[in-house]
């Protein structure tokens, strides 16, 4: 009944409305590629200089959780795929990672290059997914945690666009548990 309560609820009613519209808006990307309704524009480009603006966009994010950032890349590395459709895999990777570093707050991006292949790789320190649930967080709506989902507005919708996207560019896409956290990678060709 006061101007304090009204403008907490009016708050928390814009940000769930925020999360639902974004949610669409991954839903319907999602659908879009699952159908092959997105045009793939394959064209030769900087995966380093991709990786960069990405971690300039969530620079932010690495400073309030004091996150340790290894990348080390500087000379340029160029793959053929589309720009825009990688750009939401790096994106989700990261994201990814943010949300769930733990202990040490290490992020690492690695590019490992096997002949006219460039894997990808984004480690963070933290819990391990469970070896059952390895293969199921690719599913739409999967969340292996719950309630740590919901502490930081997680949909479920974000590892099935990664899936989405490396299906239609026909790459390889996957996650490894290590002793102290989890790589997500994926790979592109460097050669059209």
């Given at each position: 009944?006061?101007?304090?309560?009204?403008?907490?609820?009016?708050?928390?009613?814009?940000?769930?409305?925020?999360?639902?519209?974004?949610?669409?808006?991954?839903?319907?990307?999602?659908?879009?590629?699952?159908?092959?309704?997105?045009?793939?524009?394959?064209?030769?480009?900087?995966?380093?200089?991709?990786?960069?603006?990405?971690?300039?966009?969530?620079?932010?994010?690495?400073?309030?959780?004091?996150?340790?950032?290894?990348?080390?890349?500087?000379?340029?590395?160029?793959?053929?795929?589309?720009?825009?459709?990688?750009?939401?895999?790096?994106?989700?990777?990261?994201?990814?990672?943010?949300?769930?570093?733990?202990?040490?707050?290490?992020?690492?991006?690695?590019?490992?290059?096997?002949?006219?292949?460039?894997?990808?790789?984004?480690?963070?320190?933290?819990?391990?997914?469970?070896?059952?649930?390895?293969?199921?967080?690719?599913?739409?709506?999967?969340?292996?945690?719950?309630?740590?989902?919901?502490?930081?507005?997680?949909?479920?919708i974000g590892l099935s666009i990664v899936k989405a996207v490396m299906n239609s560019l026909n790459r390889e896409c996957g996650v490894i548990n290590h002793p102290m956290g989890v790589e997500f990678w994926f790979e592109l060709d460097t050669k059209a």
């Amino acid at each position: 009944e006061d101007q304090e309560g009204r403008d907490f609820y009016c708050e928390v009613i814009m940000d769930e409305a925020n999360k639902m519209n974004n949610m669409v808006k991954k839903l319907l990307s999602l659908n879009e590629l699952e159908f092959g309704n997105i045009p793939i524009n394959f064209e030769r480009f900087d995966i380093v200089t991709l990786i960069e603006s990405v971690l300039e966009a969530t620079d932010i994010l690495f400073r309030q959780k004091e996150v340790t950032l290894h990348f080390d890349v500087k000379e340029p590395v160029f793959v053929w795929a589309d720009e825009y459709l990688v750009e939401q895999v790096v994106t989700n990777y990261i994201g990814n990672a943010l949300n769930h570093v733990s202990g040490a707050k290490i992020i690492e991006i690695k590019l490992i290059r096997h002949d006219d292949v460039i894997r990808i790789a984004v480690f963070n320190t933290g819990e391990a997914i469970p070896e059952d649930e390895l293969d199921k967080i690719w599913i739409k709506f999967y969340k292996v945690d719950k309630a740590r989902t919901r502490e930081y507005g997680g949909s479920g919708i974000g590892l099935s666009i990664v899936k989405a996207v490396m299906n239609s560019l026909n790459r390889e896409c996957g996650v490894i548990n290590h002793p102290m956290g989890v790589e997500f990678w994926f790979e592109l060709d460097t050669k059209a």
